[in-house]
């Protein structure tokens, strides 16, 4: 009898299913929603297998169950999670164990099957879910367990699969092992046998990069001046050749989980040979000293650990060991710096409060400047106090020591703490700080133990206002205590200051201010002790802006007060010392009516404003006199604003006359004051700032002081279109008068001091080469050097 492939392969499926079910002894179990499908739809799909004979392979069965068992297995569904819930995804460096749906795919079964059997079990994924064993999960076959998942209850028949792979053999474990499995594999949405976790190394980020720099440095250094009653000059020229290799290797990883330890470092090391030859001359008289350098091999690399970094207590560590000559720019002088920094924070499970403890480690070693090291230890607490939590409250400690290698150290130790009051019910506020500051200096070359000093400062601020927006009033108050003891070589002084200040502001109107202030100060040393109050009040008035023209607009000023001081050495110690002030200006300002480059329009201004300090009383005479200014002024002034150049000009005359005093005299003023800035694309364009200022001063006795001052930058890229080449530059100039100058300093004959430096390079790929010159004159001292730098590169890894 010749059967058609497609139903054969159907029998023989019913078949093998029939037989499984006897076997195994238990009900099959479908899905809630393949269930009442069944129950509406009793009838058998078959799709047209492929294939011919034996080897045709069923590619979809849907299973047909009858009424109360189809009942029975969807109540037996409803009580099993959803599959999306039971879904655990593995975390994504963590191993896959044992035994997971992973591993149970991959390990090879070689029980007997028939072809029946066979065919069932070769449904693609694709195909329609078919029954279960009853405790079986419904997990996708792409799911993948979670080695650190709490354990969850399990089903009787899971309980009973599960084995102990390090438990010992029980008796007859081998017949039971020899006996045939029955005829059906655990389809991949069976969960696995519970099995041993394996783990491995986590994947490591890696890079590798070596580096190839040829320098040549030309310098000249100019010095003029004079030594006693003779000029003398000198000048040095300076020539070095360097050539650096570099070999550096980059790791990242972690350990376990990424928020149990981060781990990263590299290590790297620097050959370099230097060549230099100097000449000097000093008043005419030359001499040469050539110096090769042999080659000079060095490490250096970094590292950092992050343990916990989510969690109440993360722990940071790192430490660096930087040259100088490993960075992308060489400079004239080589610089190694190591460093170390911890770092522990700590927060409790409930409550606001912060703990934090570090330490950082710096040493650095310069050819020049010689080396030094800096160290630090550092702790805080915070927290916030009251039933609401809202008095913020922090405080931490600080220690500090710095020592140089040519001898001598500072160290110094600070302790603070601030506190915030915020009543809920005022608007009231009260902060508050304390500091204590303790500093020792040591000197080798210095005789009686150095410098020590203690400071101690306690200080609070407490600001309030009605809560009626009515009444404009704002009143602040200060309380401060200071006490500093100082000692050096044998000898102590110590002074104490007390004082307390009350203000009040009002705001009467738009136009109307009113100041009263008042203050007593209290100083105490083991010499002296004075105590002095200040007293205060003053009244600014300004109008309202009113129409002048089309465009213009007026307004003026005035305002007026007075002052009393009493004690302080200053003021003689005796009675009171009244002042009184007054003042009164006017401003006129508006647009021209011409443009500028057709696009802006200018903006002039002109005000005068005069003042007055009376002395009230003949103690007040006796200090200082009457003094009165008046002063006439006016501006012009133009903006240019747009998407990539904007800039400013201004230009001020001032004229201004004091009538007793110390200053009293006649001055005029002229200052004008440039600035722009512009760019383009970064690809295609440039950038460029320029700030420009000049004034000039006519003093009393008729001479004239001129100063300035110019500072530009520029920066172009992709110079001639060729992408790559760019040129920056930077120009400082300052100028003045040689009137201004002091004849007995070099500066009095080089009143023009500037400095410019500009930058040339030429990348492509992992290919640089770089052109710096360098131009300054300052002091006295004339600098040039030029410095040609060639480097390449190359990095591996990811």
Do not use: C
């Amino acid at each position: 009898m010749r059967l058609i492939p497609g139903v054969a392969a159907i029998l023989f499926a019913s078949i093998g299913v029939a037989g499984q079910r006897e076997a195994l002894g238990v009900g099959m179990a479908a899905p809630a929603g393949l269930a009442a499908e069944a129950a509406e739809r009793p009838f058998l799909v078959a799709a047209v297998a492929q294939g011919m004979g034996d080897a045709a392979v069923v590619q979809e069965i849907k299973s047909v169950g009858t009424g109360p068992q189809a009942a029975a297995q969807e109540a037996k569904s409803v009580m099993r999670e959803p599959s999306r819930k039971q879904r655990r995804r593995k975390p994504r460096m963590a191993e896959v164990p044992l035994g997971s749906p992973v591993a149970a795919q991959a390990i090879p079964q070689t029980t007997d099957k028939t072809a029946a059997q066979a065919a069932v079990r070769e449904v693609p994924k694709s195909a329609a879910p078919v029954k279960l064993l009853a405790g079986e999960s419904l997990k996708a076959e792409d799911d993948e367990a979670d080695p650190f998942s709490s354990s969850k209850p399990r089903s009787a028949a899971q309980k009973t699969e599960e084995s102990d792979p390090f438990a010992v053999p029980k008796p007859g474990a081998a017949t039971a092992e020899a006996q045939p499995v029955p005829a059906t594999k655990p389809t991949p949405e069976a969960k696995p046998a519970k099995g041993g976790k394996r783990y491995a190394m986590a994947p490591i980020r890696w890079a590798a990069r070596v580096s190839e720099t040829f320098g040549l440095l030309r310098e000249s250094r100019t010095e003029t001046g004079s030594s006693g009653a003779a000029p003398f000059s000198m000048l040095t020229r300076k020539r070095t050749f360097t050539n650096i290799q570099t070999a550096e290797m980059k790791l990242s990883s972690y350990v376990m989980q990424p928020y149990i330890a981060l781990v990263n470092g590299g290590i790297g090391v620097l050959s370099s040979k230097e060549n230099t030859g100097t000449v000097t001359t000093s008043n005419g008289v030359s001499g040469g000293n050539v110096r090769s350098g042999n080659r000079d091999n060095k490490l250096f690399g970094n590292g950092a650990l992050s343990l916990f970094a989510r969690s109440r207590f993360p722990f940071t560590a790192s430490f660096a060991v930087t040259d100088s000559r490993a960075g992308q720019e060489l400079g004239g002088e080589e610089t190694t710096i190591k460093s170390l920094n911890l770092q522990q924070n700590y927060r409790p499970v409930i409550g606001p409060s912060r703990y934090s403890l570090g330490y950082q480690l710096n040493t650095t070693a310069a050819q020049r400047a010689g080396s030094y090291s800096y160290s630090a230890l550092n702790g805080s607490y915070s927290t916030k106090l009251g039933s609401e939590q809202d008095q913020p409250l922090y405080s931490s400690v600080r220690r500090t020591v710095s020592k140089s290698r040519q001898g001598g150290g500072l160290t110094t130790d600070i302790l603070s703490a601030q506190h915030t009051y915020l009543p809920p019910d005022s608007l009231l506020s009260l902060k508050s700080h304390a500091n204590f500051t303790r500093t020792g200096q040591e000197d080798d070359g210095q005789q009686g133990g150095g410098a020590r000093a203690r400071f101690l400062q306690l200080s609070s601020v407490a600001s309030w206002q009605p809560e009626d927006e009515e009444v404009p009033l704002f009143l602040t108050g200060t309380g401060r205590y200071f006490r500093a003891v100082t000692s050096a070589q044998g000898s102590e002084s110590a002074n104490t200051n007390i004082s307390g200040n009350v203000s009040a502001f009002y705001d009467a109107s738009t136009n109307l201010k009113l100041n009263a202030d008042a203050s007593v100060t209290r100083s105490l040393s083991r010499v002296s002790s004075d105590l002095i109050t200040t007293q205060s009040g003053s009244a600014t008035y300004r109008s309202d802006n009113i129409k002048m023209g089309n465009k213009s607009s007026y307004f003026w000023t005035a305002n007026g007060g007075a002052t009393n001081q009493t004690g302080g050495q200053f003021t003689g110690g005796t009675g009171f010392n009244p002042r009184a002030f007054a003042g009164i200006g006017h401003i006129l300002s508006g647009p021209l009516d011409f443009s500028f480059l057709g696009k802006t329009v200018p903006r002039y201004s002109i005000g005068q404003d005069a003042s007055i300090n009376l002395p009230m009383s003949e103690n007040a005479a006796r200090i200082t006199e009457r003094v009165g200014m008046l002063r006439n002024s006016a501006g012009l002034s133009n903006t240019i604003g747009g998407e990539r150049m904007s800039g400013s000009v201004s230009a001020t005359v001032t004229d201004t006359k004091v009538y007793g005093g110390l200053n009293a005299g006649h001055t005029r003023t002229v200052a004008v004051n440039i600035g722009g800035q512009g760019q383009q694309p970064i690809y295609e364009g440039y950038g460029a700032k320029v700030d420009a200022k000049m004034e000039t001063t006519r003093a009393q006795d008729g001479r004239m002081q001129t100063s300035g001052a110019l500072a530009g930058t520029y920066a172009k890229y992709n110079i001639f279109g060729v992408r790559g080449l760019r040129y920056r530059g930077q120009l400082d100039i300052t100028a003045r008068s040689a009137a201004s100058t002091n004849a007995a300093s070099t500066t009095a004959y080089k009143p023009l001091a500037y400095a410019l430096d500009q930058h040339l390079s030429y990348r492509i790929g992992q290919n640089e080469a770089r052109l710096t010159a360098f131009l300054d004159d300052k002091n006295g001292v004339k600098h040039a050097s030029l410095f040609l730098q060639l480097r390449a590169w190359r990095t591996l890894g990811n």
